[in-house]
T-cell receptor
Framework: GAGVSQSPSNKVTEKGKDVELRCDPI?????LYWYRQRLGQGLEFLIY????????KSGLPSDRFSAERTGESVSTLTIQRTQQEDSAVYLC????????????FGPGTRLLVL | GENVEQHPSTLSVQEGDSAVIKCTYS??????FPWYKQELGKGPQLIID?????GEKKDQRIAVTLNKTAKHFSLHITETQPEDSAVYFC??????????????FGKGTKLSVKP
């Protein structure tokens, strides 16, 4: 079946511009996670959705970062007024349930802020 | 909060040899420990996981061991093959915050298997 998909696969933007990153989870998965992966580093947790609500936003690095999820499906991560340090791969994962269910990752969006 | 340390950062082995990657964690309440394999340009893929009620789990050439007392867990790959070359990440899932399952990752180990 279809896995987690993310778009765009690559995004180049200028410092100060806003960007939107999209995640389409596996159908029926109620839990959705966003992570950030800087070059050569591990993954940093950003935000978790259970259904359409976000009980844990503790990983968002600043108020320039926000995310929403609609229809218990698609999620969008928005970065406002991008900075060069935002350059990274943004990964989305979905899970059939919250808690400690297996997380299935998408291919990521590679963001470069010039 | 939880902190995961992973060693080594790079590992090079000959085809057919074994590879071992070790991780330690800080939160004794963590109870779920997955391992992911990430190939270049792709998202991480789960290869094996272990929960805190068992000490060892094996799946063909891959095994994971967990020592809760010492708060460390290890990935063992036997009979390595060139296609095992990738970056491997360990992770721990802390139990605070309602057990939402967000994962805390190690920094990764780049495994190279030489033919």
């Amino acid at each position: 079946g279809a896995g987690v998909s993310q778009s765009p696969s690559n995004k180049v933007t200028e410092k100060g511009k806003d960007v939107e990153l999209r995640c389409d989870p596996i159908s029926g998965h109620t839990a959705l996670y966003w992570y950030r992966q800087r070059l050569g580093q591990g993954l940093e947790f950003l935000i978790y959705f259970q259904g359409n609500s976000a009980p844990d936003k503790s990983g968002l690095p600043s108020d320039r970062f926000s995310a929403e999820r609609t229809g218990e499906s698609v999620s969008t991560l928005t970065i406002q007024r991008t900075q060069q340090e935002d350059s990274a791969v943004y990964l989305c994962a979905s899970s059939p349930m919250g808690g400690h269910g297996t997380q299935y990752f998408g291919p990521g969006t590679r963001l470069l802020v010039l | 909060g939880e902190n995961v340390e992973q060693h080594p950062s790079t590992l090079s082995v000959q085809e057919g040899d074994s590879a071992v990657i070790k991780c330690t964690y800080s939160d004794s309440a963590s109870n779920y420990f997955p391992w992911y394999k990430q190939e270049l340009g792709k998202g991480p893929q789960l290869i094996i996981d272990i929960r805190s009620n068992v000490g060892e789990k094996k799946d063909q050439r891959i095994a994971v061991t967990l020592n809760k007392t010492a708060k460390h867990f290890s990935l063992h790959i036997t009979e390595t093959q060139p296609e095992d070359s990738a970056v491997y990440f360990c992770a721990a899932s802390p139990s605070y915050g309602g057990s939402q399952g967000n994962l805390i990752f190690g920094k990764g180990t780049k495994l190279s298997v030489k033919p």
